[in-house]
């Protein structure tokens, strides 16, 4: 079944403690990126890659990182989690071409950073 | 620059009536556009998606969306709600950012379906 997976799909940590969720996807997608959910807000990107080893930031950049090493894989690092973090977490993939596919999303990552 | 505009945070209907969600784009270049849903606790279904054929535009679950691009809108429509649609739905414009093709996200319409 294609799909993308994150985990964990719940986690609670403490300011400071660093953390990395982890994004996977199986449809061999070039494209990858990371949105968080905010109340009200809608979503919006933090992190984005066109192909491993490129990424580039999103609207929401400050406060993480990410890696692509591996074309399936691009996991959302917080090296020092802060409570303006606690969020609801979305990966999601695409291919094909540039701006008619629709990009496929993972379940969710919900962040509470106390 | 791209963006939309969700006219209603909220959206209450009656079980069987019509449903309708506006949403309002901006956009210098010829845009796509989707519509997403999302049920409490699970992430992101495409409901339909605009790319410039035909601009009536039908997805799954009885949801279609007109694209009228002299009024700059893209609302999403259902003759008769059901209890299962009660989700919040997001109105996305598709913008270009180096290339890439980057999701522009409305601020999302809560749709309550009463008994």
């Known amino acids: 079944e294609a799909q993308v997976t994150q985990n964990p799909r719940y986690l609670i940590t403490v300011t400071g403690k660093k953390l990395t969720v982890t994004c996977s996807q199986n449809m061999n997608h070039e494209y990858m990126s990371w949105y968080r959910q905010d109340p009200g807000l809608g979503l919006r990107q933090i992190y984005y890659s066109m192909n491993v080893e490129v990424t580039d930031k999103g609207d929401v950049p400050e406060g993480y990182k990410v890696s692509r090493k591996e074309k399936r894989n691009f996991p959302l690092i917080l090296e020092s989690p802060s409570p303006n973090q606690t969020s609801l977490y979305f990966c999601?993939?695409?291919?094909?071409?540039?701006?008619?596919?629709?990009?496929?999303f993972g379940p969710g990552t919900r962040l509470t950073v106390l | 620059a791209q963006s939309v505009t969700q006219l209603d945070s909220h959206v209450s209907v009656s079980e069987g009536t019509p449903v309708l969600l506006r949403c309002n784009y901006s956009?210098?270049?010829?845009?796509?556009l989707f519509w997403y849903v999302q049920h409490p606790n699970k992430g992101l279904q495409l409901l339909l998606k605009y790319t410039s054929a035909a601009t009536l535009v039908k997805g799954i679950n009885g949801f279609e969306a007109e694209f009228k691009k002299s009024e700059t809108s893209f609302h999403l429509t259902k003759p008769s709600a059901h209890m299962s649609d009660a989700a919040e739905y997001f109105c996305v414009v598709s913008a270009m950012n180096t290339g890439f093709q980057k999701l522009v996200f409305g601020t999302g319409t809560r749709l309550l379906v009463s008994p």
């Open positions: 956009s210098s270049y010829s845009p796509s």
């Open positions: 999601a993939s695409r291919g094909g071409s540039i701006r008619r596919d629709e990009q496929f």
